[in-house]
C-alpha cells in the first residue's frame, strides 16, 4: 500500500509539473531562508557559550549618578582586581585586561600589525583557551611572553615552528613566543591574535602600574566559585569603592554575566533592560517563522486549489472500501514527500546563498553538516512544515462526498473558501508590515544620512601615530605638504568619528552644586585642528603654534557654552583636567559620536602625550591613488618597519548607520520575498475561485456580461483581501515601528504618503497576479462549463 501511494504521489507530481514546480519552489525557497536566518540565531545564542564554566565567567562593571541618571559601563581601574580577588572569597580568579589594540610585530624582516590583549596569567584560568603548543602554566612565566592566535602565527612564520622564537613588539621589546591557542570562534567577543602579559605591559607603560583607582581605562573579569550567590555577591560589591576608594563611592560595582553581555547589552538607570543584540535576534527569529509560515500557507492554498481535479479520484477511492483516515495518510504522505523533496533544495539554495547572507549580515556562519543537533533540527522542521502544510488540503479532499463527487456536482461553497481568505489576508498582513517597516527604516536612514555631520569628510584619511610619527609629527607633516601628498594635518587622541571618552570634575563660573559631577565629552589635539576637519568655528580661533600660551588654551563646542551658561565664553576660565584652562575659540556642534544622538557638550583640549591618531587631509588637485602614494612615500621615510594602515574618514562614518542599512537590506529582500511568496499563495486562491465558479461564470457570459464585467467581478473579492490585510498590517507595524523610532533623538515622522505607498502596491500586486486567472476564467467557453447543465 505504502509503495501504491508514493507512485500516485511521484505520478501526480509529474503530470501537473508547473504546479508542482510552484509548489516545491516555494517551499524550499521559504524553507531556506528560514534556515540561513535560524542559523544567524543560532549563532547569537550560542555567542560567547564556547567556554567551559562559561556560567561562572563574570565582568566587574559599574554604574555612575551622570546629569540625573545612572551610566553603566565595564571600564574598570587597575586596582579593582587585586582588592575583589583579596577581600571576596567567593571569588576564585581575577584578570585584567587592557583593550585590544593594535601592535607592530617584527621577525626577521616581516612586519605586520596584530591586534593584541595584555592580560594577567590567571585569564588563562578563567577563559579555556585551548592550546595547541605549550600550556597555560608555562605560558608566562617570563616577562617577556607572548601567546599567538593559529592564524597570528601563520601571519609572522608561515609554516615555521613558532614556539621558542623571538618577535619585536611595537620596534622596542624582544618577547619570546610561548604558545600557540586556536582562533577564536566566530560568535566570541574575545579576538585577538596575540595575547600579551601584564608585567610586559607595566615594564612598557610604568605609569599604568601607578595608575590611580579613578583612571577607568581597563577591563577586570572574574570566575566565580561554584554555588555562589550573585546577588549577595553584587550586594556586597556595590560598597566596594565608597570602601576603598572614597573619592569614587559613587561608583556602584556589579558583575555582570560575560556570556549575556552581548546579547544583553543595554542598560537604562543602571539596571539591565533585557534588550540589546536580542532585539534584532527576536526580529530574524520572527522573520523566520514568518517566511516559513507563508511558505505554508502557499502550499495549502495551491493544493486546495488543485482538489477539482482530484475530487473523483477521492471519490472512486471511497466507493471501493478507502476509509477517510487512509486518504488522509495518503495525502499527508505525499505533502512529507514534496517537503522532503524541498528540505533536499533548500540546503542546496542555502549552500548557493550563504556567502551573500553573510556579506549582508558581516558574518561568516556556516552550515554546520557534522552537528546532529542541525539534522534533527532541520528534519523536525521538515516534518513539522510538513504536517502544517498538509494537514489542511488532506482533511479538506478526504472530506469528499463520493455520492456528489461521481455526479459532478461536488461543491465546496463559501465554508471551505473562508479558511483560504484568511490564510491570504495573514500572508498579505505579514507583506504589509514588511513593505511598511522597509519605507519606514529607509526614511529614517537618509534622514539621519543627511543630517550634516559638521566637519569635511571627503578626502579625509587618519593614520595612527606609530613609531617616529608620534614625537616627530610636526616634521612628518610639513613633509607631506612639501610633497604634494596633503594639504594639512593634524593630531588628535582619537578618531574624529568616534567617542574618545568623557572627562568630569570639570569646573567654570556659575556652576551650580553637583555639575561637576556632569561628565563632557573631550578630544585633545595640538594644532591645525579646524583647517584640517573643515570644522566651523562660531568665534575666536584655533590653537596657533605661535602663541605659546596657548598650551593651556581650549576650545568648546556650541552644546559647552549652552550647558555651561556662558555669556561671554571667550577668554573664560575653566578648570579641565586638573588645571586652568583659557577658552580661545567657540566650535560649531559636529557630530562627537552617533548621529541619532543629541549634539553633546565637548570640550577640545591642547596637550602633550595624548595624540594616537593624525587626520590627514589628501591634496583634492592630485588623484587619489597618486596622493596616497606620495603619503606612503612620506611615510616610509618615518616609519621604515611599519606598514601604512589608513582609513578614510568618510567610510569610518558610514559604520555609524550599519545597523538601519543591515536592517533596510534585510527588510527589503524579504519583503520581495514575502510578495512573491504571498503571490503565489494569491494565484492559488484565485485558481480555487476560478474552478469554484466556471459555471456561474459561463452563465454570466450566455447572459451577456462582458470580459471586463468578469474580470472585475472575479478580483475585487481579492481587492477586499488585501484592503483588510493592509488594515491588519498597517496597524501592526504602525505600533511597532513608532516605538522603534522614538528609540532615536533625531528621528523622522511616520507621513501618510507611506501608507498610501503600501496600499498602492498591494493593490497592484495583487491586480497584476490575479487577472491572469480572471481573464483566463472569463474567455473561457461557457459551453464546456454548461454542457452536463
Given amino acids: 500500500m505504502i509503495r501504491n501511494y508514493f507512485k500516485i504521489a511521484f505520478r501526480n507530481l509529474t503530470k501537473h509539473k508547473l504546479f508542482s514546480l510552484i509548489n516545491i519552489g516555494g517551499l524550499s525557497v521559504g524553507m531556506a531562508v528560514s534556515f540561513m536566518l535560524l542559523l544567524y540565531v543560532y549563532n547569537e545564542f550560542s555567542f560567547d557559550k564556547m567556554y567551559k564554566n562559561e556560567d561562572r565567567i563574570y565582568q566587574v562593571w559599574r554604574n555612575q549618578p551622570s546629569n540625573g541618571e545612572i551610566k553603566t559601563g565595564n571600564s574598570m581601574s587597575v586596582p579593582v582586581a587585586e582588592a575583589i580577588h583579596k577581600n571576596y572569597p567567593e571569588i576564585a580568579f581575577t584578570a585584567r585586561t587592557n583593550w585590544i589594540n593594535s601592535s607592530l610585530f617584527n621577525y626577521k624582516d616581516k612586519s605586520l600589525n596584530l591586534n593584541?590583549?595584555?592580560?594577567?596569567?590567571?585569564?588563562?584560568?578563567?577563559?579555556?583557551?585551548?592550546?595547541?603548543?605549550?600550556?597555560?602554566a608555562s605560558a608566562f612565566t617570563e616577562v617577556?611572553?607572548?601567546?599567538?592566535?593559529?592564524?597570528?602565527?601563520?601571519?609572522?612564520f608561515g609554516n615555521a615552528d613558532p614556539m621558542g622564537k623571538t618577535v619585536k613588539i611595537n620596534s622596542a621589546r624582544n618577547a619570546k613566543v610561548t604558545g600557540i591557542i586556536k582562533d577564536m570562534p566566530e560568535n566570541s567577543s574575545m579576538k585577538f591574535s596575540a595575547l600579551g602579559s601584564w608585567a610586559m605591559l607595566e615594564a612598557d607603560e610604568p605609569w599604568i602600574k601607578t595608575s590611580s583607582w579613578n583612571n577607568y581605562a581597563f577591563q577586570t573579569f572574574v570566575?566565580?566559585?561554584?554555588?555562589?550567590?550573585?546577588?549577595?555577591?553584587?550586594?556586597?560589591?556595590?560598597?566596594?569603592?565608597?570602601k576603598y576608594n572614597p573619592g569614587g563611592k559613587e561608583n556602584k560595582l556589579f558583575l555582570y554575566q560575560f556570556s549575556k553581555q552581548h546579547l544583553y547589552g543595554e542598560f537604562k538607570n543602571g539596571v539591565s533592560t533585557g534588550g540589546g543584540v536580542i532585539e534584532y535576534v527576536r526580529l530574524f527569529m520572527f522573520l523566520a517563522i514568518g517566511i516559513l509560515l507563508i511558505a505554508c500557507i502557499n502550499f495549502m492554498n495551491l493544493s486546495t486549489a488543485r482538489s477539482e481535479?482530484?475530487?473523483?479520484?477521492?471519490?472512486?477511492?471511497?466507493?471501493?472500501?478507502?476509509?477517510?483516515?487512509?486518504?488522509?495518510?495518503?495525502?499527508m504522505g505525499e505533502s512529507l514527500l514534496m517537503c522532503v523533496i524541498s528540505f533536499g533544495l533548500a540546503l542546496v539554495l542555502v549552500i548557493l546563498l550563504l556567502p551573500y547572507f553573510n556579506g549582508i549580515i558581516s558574518k561568516n556562519l556556516t552550515v554546520p553538516y557534522s552537528a546532529p543537533f542541525f539534522w534533527i533540527a532541520g528534519l523536525s522542521i521538515t516534518l513539522i512544515t510538513g504536517i502544517i502544510s498538509g494537514s489542511y488540503p488532506a482533511l479538506f479532499l478526504s472530506s469528499f462526498k463520493p455520492v456528489k463527487v461521481l455526479k459532478g456536482i461536488n461543491k465546496a461553497g463559501k465554508a471551505t473558501l473562508r479558511p483560504r481568505q484568511i490564510l491570504v489576508i495573514v500572508q498579505f498582513s505579514f507583506a504589509t508590515c514588511l513593505i511598511l517597516s522597509t519605507i519606514l527604516i529607509y526614511k529614517q536612514l537618509n534622514f539621519i544620512k543627511n543630517r550634516p555631520a559638521g566637519y569635511n569628510k571627503s578626502g579625509l584619511v587618519e593614520i595612527p601615530l606609530d613609531g617616529r610619527l608620534y614625537n616627530e609629527f610636526e616634521s612628518f607633516r610639513r613633509d607631506a605638504i612639501a610633497s604634494g601628498a596633503i594639504?594639512?594635518?593634524?593630531?588628535?587622541?582619537?578618531?574624529?568619528?568616534?567617542?574618545?571618552?568623557?572627562?568630569?570634575?570639570?569646573?567654570?563660573?556659575?556652576?551650580?552644586?553637583?555639575?561637576?559631577?556632569?561628565?563632557?565629552?573631550?578630544?585633545v589635539t595640538n594644532y591645525h585642528f579646524t583647517s584640517t576637519y573643515g570644522l566651523k568655528l562660531v568665534d575666536g580661533r584655533d590653537f596657533d603654534i605661535a602663541r605659546p600660551s596657548d598650551s593651556t588654551a581650549i576650545m568648546i563646542n556650541e552644546a559647552a557654552v549652552k550647558m555651561?551658561?556662558?555669556?561671554?565664553?571667550?577668554?573664560?576660565?575653566?578648570?579641565?583636567?586638573?588645571?586652568?584652562?583659557?577658552?580661545?575659540?567657540?566650535?560649531?556642534?559636529?557630530?562627537?559620536?552617533?548621529?541619532?544622538?543629541?549634539?553633546?557638550?565637548?570640550?577640545?583640549?591642547?596637550?602633550k602625550g595624548w595624540a594616537g591618531m593624525a587626520g590627514v587631509r589628501l591634496n583634492k588637485a592630485l588623484p587619489l591613488s597618486e596622493a596616497l602614494n606620495k603619503l606612503t612615500a612620506v611615510y616610509?621615510?618615518?616609519?621604515?618597519?611599519?606598514?601604512?594602515?589608513?582609513?578614510?574618514?568618510d567610510e569610518e562614518y558610514s559604520r555609524k548607520f550599519r545597523t538601519e542599512q543591515l536592517l533596510g537590506t534585510l527588510s527589503n529582500s524579504f519583503t520581495v520575498l514575502a510578495i512573491v511568496l504571498s503571490c503565489l499563495g494569491l494565484f492559488g486562491l484565485a485558481s480555487f475561485s476560478a474552478e469554484q465558479r466556471r459555471k456561474e461564470i459561463g452563465i454570466r457570459k450566455v447572459l451577456g456580461a462582458t470580459t471586463a464585467n468578469l474580470w472585475f467581478n472575479l478580483s475585487k473579492e481579492f481587492v477586499q483581501l488585501v484592503i483588510i490585510a493592509f488594515i491588519i498590517g498597517g496597524a501592526v507595524s504602525w505600533h511597532f515601528m513608532d516605538q522603534w523610532l522614538h528609540k532615536y533623538t533625531y528621528r523622522t515622522d511616520i507621513s501618510p504618503w507611506v501608507f498610501v505607498a503600501t496600499i498602492v502596491i498591494s493593490l497592484a500586486i495583487?491586480?497584476?497576479?490575479?487577472?491572469?486567472?480572471?481573464?483566463?476564467?472569463?474567455?473561457?467557453?461557457?459551453?464546456?462549463?454548461?454542457?452536463?447543465?
Avoid: C, H
Avoid at 592566535?149 to 601563520?154: D, I
Avoid at 481535479?309 to 495525502?331: D, L, M, N, P, Y
Avoid at 616610509?636 to 574618514?649: A, Q, R
Fill in 223 to 242: 570566575m566565580v566559585k561554584p554555588g555562589i550567590d550573585l546577588n549577595k555577591v553584587n550586594g556586597k560589591l556595590s560598597g566596594f569603592m565608597a
Fill in 636 to 649: 616610509k621615510k618615518y616609519n621604515p618597519d611599519y606598514p601604512f594602515d589608513y582609513k578614510f574618514v
Fill in 766 to 789: 495583487t491586480i497584476v497576479t490575479v487577472s491572469w486567472q480572471a481573464i483566463k476564467a472569463a474567455l473561457s467557453n461557457p459551453v464546456k462549463s454548461l454542457r452536463s447543465e
Fill in 487 to 523: 594639504s594639512d594635518a593634524a593630531s588628535t587622541s582619537n578618531t574624529i568619528t568616534g567617542n574618545g571618552g568623557a572627562s568630569w570634575g570639570i569646573k567654570w563660573p556659575g556652576q551650580l552644586p553637583g555639575e561637576d559631577k556632569l561628565p563632557i565629552e573631550q578630544i
Fill in 144 to 156: 617577556s611572553s607572548v601567546v599567538l592566535t593559529q592564524s597570528g602565527a601563520k601571519a609572522i
Fill in 309 to 331: 481535479t482530484r475530487a473523483r479520484e477521492v471519490g472512486v477511492r471511497k466507493v471501493v472500501g478507502a476509509r477517510r483516515i487512509s486518504i488522509i495518510q495518503q495525502f
Fill in 564 to 607: 555651561m551658561r556662558l555669556k561671554e565664553p571667550l577668554g573664560a576660565i575653566i578648570n579641565w583636567q586638573g588645571a586652568d584652562r583659557t577658552v580661545v575659540g567657540i566650535l560649531k556642534n559636529y557630530i562627537v559620536n552617533s548621529p541619532t544622538d543629541a549634539e553633546k557638550p565637548l570640550i577640545v583640549g591642547n596637550l
Fill in 116 to 136: 593584541m590583549l595584555s592580560a594577567d596569567p590567571s585569564l588563562l584560568d578563567i577563559f579555556s583557551f585551548e592550546f595547541v603548543q605549550g600550556n597555560k
